[in-house]
């Protein structure tokens, strides 16, 4: 409810005085007589004004505001003498181009008081004496201009309290749902339904249906059998009771019910599962996100979404089942990805489950409702995306108990970029400045601590350009940008990063050609397979640098 789109013009302005329980005639019939679009905006300025509006009494008190439609008729009356109203007649206009188009009222309650501060009334009307008691007619037209800003800004303050209203209705359903939620929790094993669960929270189901599936992003059926499922695990893993025993325990009444519903959700059936996890020994991780996450010890199924994760686990000696290399196509170390299976762009549990993982490594947050999809497949641990390469790799690591494997990595890489710094001593400058640049298909980024750049920064001594550290600073791996931008971010040494194809026709791509003109400096040009910074890149990289620096550059 907002009236800022719309163009209210006045057409008369004055404060009129009560009499004591006297009737008053239809205030707006002499104004309102030649048009249907006038509508009436009454103040009450004291207490003790009862308005009637098509006989129906509203009683207001000071600072209440009230909206009358052009076919509506309302009339006033006063328990005492002194009683003041204040009184706006106007029209509404929708804005459309260049066109007004009438419309009956703003989009406000109309018979109905909004109660405001009489505090602001007051300083919005202000106490000018000349505007008692005076008609349109006698008013200037500045007086006019005036008073149609202070409408405007009490009709403002009007479509405010419906906002605030709004928003508490909105606050108060999230909370009632939230404590369906805690309820569904505490009350899984019991014969809980949809119509009972929106009974508790104040809603018709499908209202509550739509509400709780936009705060949990699941149906609230569906959430329920996640619950179960969840507690299924646990006790599957710590029991030896009969399936029908522990289907009844957490609220499932048919076993077979239960069998489906858990071979869906994890890929094996509940005896499978059992069989698996009754004997493995299991340890407690806590990832990023603080949860405590029961991890089974020698787990060999593992399944990761691969973005700063597979290559990690690969120089661990580690081949995963499965990886979302949807993204990976172009790596260096593609040849090593032929037995992993493809699970998309992400962690897709429908693409998971049938894999039958025993662990699910995650390198960035998903959403909760993803992560409480993901648990009830295998024990999953969410990286921390903040990690430089060495923390995340010694993380990983320890979570698969080859800490020995990533010291060795660590040591070699390290050999490696001091061989490759003596190798490039006459090439560069430490401390130089640098920037990297990465075209994709028609779009051109800058990236930030991220990718290429990371070797370039952390490991050969380049220092960000004024504008990347910037970027570094606000946490942005990467921004897209203009052509015309490219020399805004440059650095004292550049890299401009395309696809083989791009950089062997550069001369059919007047975005590459141009890159010389644009930039001072330095400019290389490198595939764009090496912007990665997993383990396995950065260490062939660093063999390839002495090559890079010694092409030609522009």
Request: glycine share 6%.
């Amino acid at each position: 409810m907002n009236p800022a789109p719309l163009y209210i013009r006045l057409q008369h302005y004055d404060r009129f005085q009560v009499d004591r329980m006297m009737p008053a005639s239809s205030h707006n019939e002499e104004i309102n007589n030649n048009g249907t679009n006038l509508c009436t905006l009454l103040i009450a300025l004291s207490h003790g004004i009862r308005l009637y509006i098509d006989k129906i009494a509203v009683d207001l008190r000071q600072g209440s505001c009230i909206l009358v439609l052009p076919i509506q008729h309302y009339s006033v009356e006063s328990s005492n003498g002194e009683a003041q109203l204040a009184r706006f007649i106007f029209e509404t206009f929708e804005v459309e181009g260049l066109i007004l188009n009438p419309v009956a009222h703003p989009p406000l309650l109309c018979g109905y008081p909004y109660s405001l501060f009489f505090s602001q009334v007051k300083q919005v009307l202000g106490n000018e004496s000349w505007m008692r008691n005076r008609f349109s007619s006698s008013l200037s037209t500045s007086e006019m201009a005036m008073m149609q800003g202070r409408l405007q800004l009490i009709l403002g303050l009007m479509a405010q309290l419906d906002q605030q209203a709004a928003h508490l209705q909105s606050e108060e359903k999230i909370k009632m749902i939230q404590y369906t939620v805690h309820y569904m929790e505490q009350h899984y094993d019991e014969d809980l339904t949809v119509e009972q669960l929106a009974n508790m929270a104040g809603m018709v189901r499908w209202q509550y249906s739509q509400q709780f599936k936009t705060l949990t992003g699941q149906k609230p059926t569906d959430y329920l059998v996640h619950l179960r499922i969840k507690h299924a695990k646990k006790l599957l893993c710590n029991s030896t009771e009969p399936l029908s025993k522990i289907s009844r325990q957490i609220g499932f009444k048919d076993e077979y019910y239960f069998s489906r519903c858990f071979r869906k959700l994890t890929g094996n059936t509940p005896r499978k599962y059992a069989n698996i996890h009754l004997h493995t020994q299991l340890r407690t991780v806590i990832d990023s996100l603080g949860r405590k996450v029961h991890v089974p010890k020698n787990a060999t199924r593992i399944v990761t979404d691969g973005k700063y994760t597979l290559g990690e686990l690969l120089v661990l000696g580690i081949s995963p089942i499965g990886a979302a290399i949807s993204l990976k196509n172009n790596v260096i170390y593609h040849n090593k990805l032929r037995n992993i299976q493809n699970i998309g762009h992400w962690a897709d549990p429908d693409k998971i489950a049938p894999l039958q993982p025993e662990f699910v490594l995650l390198s960035y947050h998903h959403h909760a409702q993803d992560l409480q999809v993901l648990d009830a497949i295998a024990p999953t641990v969410v990286l921390d995306h903040k990690f430089r390469l060495f923390d995340r790799l010694r993380y990983i690591a320890k979570l698969f108990e080859r800490a020995k494997a990533a010291e060795k990595w660590i040591t070699a890489y390290e050999d490696k970029v001091r061989r490759a710094r003596r190798q490039l001593a006459d090439a560069y400058a430490a401390g130089e400045t640098a920037a990297v640049y990465l075209k994709l298909g028609a779009k051109l980024y800058v990236m930030g601590h991220n990718g290429f750049a990371a070797t370039l920064y952390e490991s050969l001594g380049f220092r960000p350009s004024a504008k990347v550290m910037h970027l570094i600073e606000q946490g942005q791996s990467w921004i897209e940008i203009q052509q015309h931008q490219l020399n805004h971010y440059a650095g004292d040494r550049n890299f401009f990063l395309a696809s083989p194809l791009e950089l062997q026709t550069a001369a059919h791509h007047p975005q590459i050609e141009a890159i010389a003109e644009l930039i001072p400096g330095k400019i290389h040009y490198m595939d764009a397979t090496w912007n990665y910074e997993d383990p396995i890149t950065r260490g062939r990289l660093l063999e390839m640098l002495p090559y890079i620096f010694k092409r030609k550059t522009m």
